[in-house]
């Protein structure tokens, strides 16, 4: 047996050769899980424009969503900005008296000053803006595009079936409709729920039809902005 001497000591050769295998298919392994952890942040810009989680819904990359809703006949569905986390009582009367609701705390108002002010440098076209008779939602439209209607059917509660035909009704040309309303839309939206500030934008299709066309948080419609996607100048670009 052929041996080798290192540090005193008397090595067989055929130990040295198994025990080398075994360090090369750990440094393999490490590598292989270090890729994997660091893969998601060396992606390209585009690979994951909006990630929303427990969803089924496809959404379109930013550049073909924003061109689909610049273009209008969309519905977009926001849930109400963030609020305290509490129960409040139910109401079934004086929606205007807010000391009774659950409202808007400050992270919900910047949230929804934040998407007003990305419409307008997105150029998204608003029409109509409808919302629940919740302070936290007639809030949300008001502080995010200047004006709202109150709407019953939109509410917990409210009528599902007027509320359908909202959601399934083209708007007028070059426009978009908002309503504000609930996580779950008076489970219209199957096996989804939005977060708070959370859009879901629909395509009308008449009829009591539409589609669900993607998921949009609160955060990503300032990530929309080209301020916010154009890289600086010199910034190192990955080779393509």
Excluded at 177 to 194: K, Q, T, W
Excluded at 217 to 230: D, G, S
């Amino acid at each position: 047996m052929r041996k080798l001497t290192m540090l005193g000591f008397t090595i067989p050769k055929m130990l040295l050769r198994i025990v080398s295998s075994r360090i090369l298919s750990l440094k393999r392994l490490i590598a292989v899980f270090l890729s994997a952890a660091v893969l998601p942040f060396a992606m390209p810009a585009n690979a994951q424009e909006q990630p929303t989680f427990n969803t089924r819904i496809v959404s379109p990359q930013a550049p073909e969503l924003l061109a689909m809703l610049r273009g209008g006949g969309y519905v977009l569905y926001f849930r109400h900005g963030s609020t305290p986390d509490y129960a409040e009582a139910a109401i079934t009367d004086d929606f205007a008296d807010c000391s009774r609701q659950r409202t808007l705390n400050s992270v919900g108002r910047a949230q929804a000053f934040a998407v007003g002010e990305a419409f307008k440098v997105l150029g998204i076209p608003v029409g109509d803006v409808i919302a629940s008779p919740y302070c936290r939602c007639m809030d949300t439209a008001r502080i995010a595009f200047g004006r709202v209607q109150r709407a019953d059917e939109v509410r917990s509660g409210g009528d599902a079936a007027r509320l359908r035909v909202r959601l399934s009704t083209p708007p007028p040309p070059g426009t978009n409709m908002i309503i504000v309303g609930h996580g779950s839309a008076a489970d219209l939206f199957p096996d989804e729920f939005l977060r708070e500030a959370e859009a879901m934008i629909v395509r009308p299709r008449g009829e009591g039809a539409f589609d669900l066309v993607a998921r949009v948080r609160a955060e990503t419609w300032t990530q929309f902005e080209p301020r916010n996607r154009e890289p600086p100048p010199g910034a190192p670009r990955r080779a393509q």
